[in-house]
């Protein structure tokens, strides 16, 4: 049985192992924003929302095994749909090892449904398809790391998108996390980056967009770290699909618990813009032998499965797999089991539905004998409600959508919950301006823009939170928007911190919400003056007597007791350092400086230090000259 790293935190859930990636199979004749470093200068700006125009919040995969009935599915609701991922194309060695270079192959299975493809790009959903990593393990880190190799591969991943008239491509390597082993996370993190911002560079070079599909981090150490969520958005990427299902894999328990996924959710958003997110959903049960909970290994897990009395030998060989069915297929793989889904129970913590049966295997032992055995099973599945409470978080987060595998297994009822999703999402919120630093006690500026299915969004309330976490929140300002759907606020924070804008949709649209969007940076404020003696001020120089000791004054607000400053002087075009204090309780300080011969010339600023809530801050450069 595959184990996970153990440091892959599992928030919540004890009893069950971590996510380990999506795996395809066979069973039962079923495959189954703006960031705070990021900025500069007075006001940063970002697009108005994405999604505004058709609040399509579905995106997720097509695989080559969909059969035409399930594919007529997705067509039929592709109004729904902003991106879809064919799911046939793999990156293969041309050789033994990663020296020998790459080659992107398609399943040959998938060739016959370009027409499928161009009937739903007609409809406005971009094609974008999915290239798995079919590389042994270790080999495509090691592809990545040389510069060579990595520039070749990005080179055949653009001439797929250019050649085919696909709208960007969708990365899926998971060999990284599941493969290659904890060890190599370090050099392959940086690797990984780089390979994104260059084909990121290169794809939007056509025109074309990258989304990356990846499994879930939990903080910056926990979870499959090697793949930098910050570093993605910084190189460039498009969207970062989070796979956040697979939560049990090995043993009978939820498939994506919905504590589970809300956590992922909440962290993910702290590194990633909302509106470059999108959170992976299954549509999807498994079915797993139980576990005899009186047989514990080392770590107290459950290790023999749950049977009663001596199965025969002619049982099938596939008595103890775990099987697979999609959401659609549930009632009618529960029946051949003789069960309904009427007998399931819906755990409201993990929003999921469980159900438990036996199968049981008549013949004889290897003596002849007769015998019999029960094997006790479980199955956990998706249904309707259970999508309905994930695709609740692209609203509550202002996500850009919910990431489905797969597509075409969806049954007309979670369909039905999505065009629900859709009106709620059809309020879209952005940050498009925030002043990017001030001056404490000075009042920063945000601006928002509201639309409802792409219109602009008039006279509607809008809220201004403030966090100086990104995680906890304090209302501010209460104002609506304008006629052009913008709402501009002004508000003084205290410390460095972050934005985030609500906005009433109004009847037949949900709440907008912005989610952490922007932030401002808070510079300490800094004012120093002469003293004494001064024998004139004008708007070029303070003038001063000669031979002797000038006193400056200064004062730091907010006034906090040892806060470090500085004085400085200009040398040619640097300031040089020249003496450093700290500030009373009242935040001020005091620096003496000796005197100068007549006609001597010093330009000074005092610099307040950085602390842990606020930037540092600096006075206006003033000059002084003795006579």
């Known amino acids: 049985m595959r184990r996970s790293p153990t440091e892959l935190q599992r928030p919540e859930l004890p009893s069950a192992e971590p996510p380990v990636g999506r795996r395809r199979w066979l069973a039962a004749g079923l495959v189954i924003a703006l960031v705070a470093g990021a900025l500069v200068g007075t006001t940063a700006v970002t697009a108005p929302p994405a999604q505004a125009a058709g609040a399509r919040v579905v995106t997720g995969w097509l695989p080559y095994w969909a059969s035409s009935s399930q594919v007529a ?87 797929l998108a250019v050649a085919k008239g696909y709208d960007g491509i969708d990365l899926d390597y998971e060999k990284f996390a599941f493969n290659d082993g904890t060890a190599t996370w370090a050099s392959t993190r940086p690797a990984w980056t780089r390979f994104i911002a260059d084909l990121a560079t290169a794809l939007h070079a056509k025109g074309k967009m990258l989304i990356a599909t990846v499994p879930p981090t939990y903080t910056a150490t926990t979870g499959y770290w090697v793949y930098d969520y910050a570093g993605m958005v910084a190189a460039g990427v498009d969207r970062v699909r989070v796979m956040a299902y697979d939560y049990s894999f090995s043993a009978p328990g939820p498939i994506a618990p919905l504590n589970w996924v809300t956590n992922v959710v909440a962290y993910a958003v702290t590194q990633i813009p909302s509106s470059k997110l999108q959170i992976g959903a299954p549509t999807y049960g498994y079915d797993w032998v139980r576990r005899d909970t009186t047989d514990l290994d080392k770590d107290g897990n459950t290790t023999e499965p749950m049977v009663k009395g001596t199965c025969p030998t002619n049982r099938p060989s596939s008595w103890d797999d775990k099987r697979g069915m999609t959401s659609a297929q549930v009632p009618s793989y529960l029946a051949s089991h003789g069960r309904t889904t009427s007998q ?31 094997v006790y099973r479980e199955v956990w599945y998706a249904d309707a409600r259970s999508l309905a409470a994930r695709a609740a978080l692209v609203t509550q987060y202002n996500l ?31 940050v498009i301006a925030a002043s990017a630093d001030v001056s404490y006690s000075r009042k920063a500026t945000v601006v928002a823009f509201a639309t409802a299915l792409g219109d602009p969004l008039p006279n509607r309330k809008a809220l201004l ?96 007791a040892r806060q470090q400053v500085q004085l400085k002087v200009l040398a040619g075009t640097r300031w040089v350092l020249l003496k450093k204090t700290t500030t009373s309780a009242s935040g001020k300080a005091t620096f003496v400086v000796k005197g100068g011969k007549a006609g001597r010339t010093a330009t000074y600023q005092v610099v307040a230090k950085r602390t842990a809530v606020r930037q540092a801050g600096a006075s206006a450069s003033f000059t002084v000259v003795a006579r």
């Open 73 to 159: 599915q997705v067509i039929a609701n592709a109004d729904l749909t902003s991106e879809i991922s064919p799911f046939w194309y793999s990156t293969q060695l041309n050789g033994a090892t990663a020296a020998s270079g790459t080659t992107v192959t398609e399943n040959p299975v998938a060739t016959g449904l370009d027409a499928t493809l161009a009937q739903l790009k007609a409809t406005g959903v971009k094609i974008v398809p999915s290239v798995t990593d079919g590389t042994p393990a270790r080999q495509m880190a090691a592809v990545l790391a040389d510069d060579g190799l990595r520039a070749a591969h990005v080179q055949q991943l653009v001439d």
């Open 344 to 374: 399931a129970t819906f755990d409201p913590t993990y929003q999921e539905s469980r159900v438990r049966y036996a199968d049981t295997y008549t013949g004889t032992t290897a003596a002849g004998a007769a015998t019999s055995c029960k």
């Open 400 to 430: 850009a959508g919910i990431a489905l595998w797969t597509l075409h297994g969806m049954d007309a009822a979670q369909w039905g919950v999505l065009r629900g999703v859709q009106a709620d999402a059809s309020t879209r919120v952005a």
């Open 465 to 560: 939170y403030w966090s100086p976490d990104g995680v906890n929140w304090t209302k501010v300002v209460t104002g609506s928007t304008g006629a052009d759907g913008r709402a501009v606020f002004t508000y003084a924070p205290k410390q460095t911190g972050w934005w985030r804008v609500k906005v009433a949709g109004g009847v037949g649209h949900g709440l907008g919400d912005t989610g952490r969007a922007a932030a401002t940076v808070v510079r300490a404020k800094v004012s120093a003056t002469v003293s004494s003696p001064r024998l004139q001020a004008t708007a070029a120089a303070i003038v001063v007597p000669r031979g002797r000791p000038v006193t400056i004054a200064t004062k730091v607000k907010p006034g906090k």
